[in-house]
């Protein structure tokens, strides 16, 4: 069983940085790639990007390549997203979530969610 807590999310203008932090419960967080999603009001939740349990390898959906970034502390049991140059088009609750697997982006892989974390990007 893993237990996911989102923070960090707030109010933030165009061009700005946001550091979003996933804190997990569990001994076996290393086990798991997480995953970061998105969702805005109105549409369906898309794939942000995603990190393999030792955080070797990375993957991100075309539009946040260059501008996000993933990252985990396994002693810590915790993932980032570094978010950076900022768009109001990024406006969304944003998610990580857990997956026994590397590699997917499907929402119905990934076993455990975090409750999500409001990110408002003012223009």
């Known amino acids: 069983q893993v237990q996911l807590v989102e923070s960090g999310g707030g109010l933030v203008q165009a061009g700005g940085s946001l550091r979003l932090t996933c804190a997990a419960s569990g001994r076996t967080f290393r086990s798991y790639a997480m995953g970061w999603f998105r969702q805005a009001p109105g549409k369906e939740r898309e794939f942000v990007g995603l990190i393999s349990g030792s955080g070797v390898s990375t993957y991100y959906a075309d539009s946040m390549k260059g501008r996000f970034t993933i990252s985990r502390d396994n002693a810590k049991n915790t993932v980032y997203l570094q978010m950076n140059s900022l768009k109001p088009e990024d406006t969304a609750v944003y998610y990580c979530?857990?997956?026994?697997?590397?590699?997917?982006?499907?929402?119905?892989?990934?076993?455990?969610w975090g409750q999500g974390t409001q990110v408002t990007v003012s223009s």
């Open positions: 979530a857990a997956s026994p697997t590397f590699g997917s982006r499907r929402l119905e892989t990934y076993n455990y």
